[in-house]
């Protein structure tokens, strides 16, 4: 494939150029560059961020994309956003909703979505999942990030990697929390008995949440509600973290917080705040996302 840069393109790092005009991620872009699959004026160039010039030949040498790594616009599928420019999108993502296709769902996700409203993103971090930096349980509702440009994927997966983004859920959970405040911190990882579930395990990753309780409910049954704070961002953290101090989240039925004396259609879990410093301006964002209609209904029924 030979392609000329044009003057739009003058002076920008050679990934970013690579992926604008083969329509791949900037990581598989980088990927070939390092591989020395891209040449400029006949010559491999493997530094992915030398600067192109007007006028440059580029030789790219690409390999297949498998038909299946190429993800679906979906305009059928909601996309609840709550602010947008032209760097980042805030989402306030319905229960239900799986952000990016993998195993068991290859279509009808967020991502598919997405890319129907936001074409651009296509070539936004990881091919399989653009745009991505966190994600959400299926089971869970609320705000996440999405990055837009390749300049805000870079830095929100920093800032993210830094503990720099405030992410407060809302959760019910069995039993009473006796302590008004507290940190649980263990490491999680995937569970020796069943791969498919997370636990708190020797081998795992550092993770940290805290909690406050909200108030305790005596009847029908006794539940505590509680905010959450994340320090870190494991898979099914909140949950884990939760379950191995005694408190399961109510309606989890993966952690066993799902029981018939107070039936919940899914895990009592909402990502009710999202606060953090805009990853290219700077300016200080904060979102809040109400309790949804089928969680709060679970509060109006307790006292």
């Known amino acids: 494939m030979r392609e000329v840069v044009p003057r739009a393109l003058d002076g920008q790092r050679l990934d970013r150029v690579v992926a604008l005009v083969t329509g791949r991620s ?5 990927r070939l560059v390092d591989d020395g699959a891209v040449l400029v004026g006949g010559t491999p160039v493997t530094a992915r961020a030398h600067r192109v010039a007007e006028g440059d030949e580029l030789d790219l040498d690409l390999p297949d994309v498998p038909p299946e790594a190429v993800l679906a616009a979906d305009p059928g599928v909601a996309v609840p956003v709550v602010h947008e420019d032209q760097d980042l999108l805030v989402i306030d993502k319905p229960a239900g909703l799986v952000v990016h296709p993998g195993a068991g769902q290859s279509a009808g996700t967020l991502v598919n979505g997405l890319l129907a409203r936001y074409p651009e993103l296509r070539t936004v971090g990881q091919a399989d999942r653009p745009g991505i930096v966190h994600r959400l349980d299926k089971g869970t509702s609320g705000l996440m990030v999405v990055a837009r440009s390749d300049r805000a994927y870079e830095a929100l997966v920093a800032t993210l990697a830094a503990h720099r983004v405030e992410r407060r859920y809302r959760t019910l ?22 791969r498919t579930r997370m636990a708190v395990t020797v081998t795992g990753k550092p993770a940290r949440t805290r909690y406050e ?5 005596h009847t029908p049954v006794e539940v505590t509600e509680l905010c959450c704070e994340l320090e870190t ?12 101090i005694g408190h399961r989240v109510v309606g989890d039925s993966r952690y066993g917080g799902a029981r018939q004396s107070l039936p919940v259609p899914r895990p009592f879990l909402h990502a009710e705040r999202l606060a ?5 301006t700077g300016e200080p964002l904060a979102f809040t996302s109400p309790l949804p209609e089928d969680l709060a209904s679970v509060l109006a029924s307790l006292s």
């Open 173 to 194: 959970v069995w039993g009473a929390v006796r302590s008004p405040t507290g940190l649980v911190e263990a490491p999680i990882g995937r569970s020796s008995r069943d």
């Open 213 to 217: 309780v909200v108030r305790t409910y």
């Open 276 to 280: 953090l410093d805009h990853p290219v």
């Open 233 to 244: 961002g494991r898979t099914h953290q909140v949950r884990v973290h939760l379950a191995s």
């Open 26 to 30: 900037r990581a598989e872009a980088a």
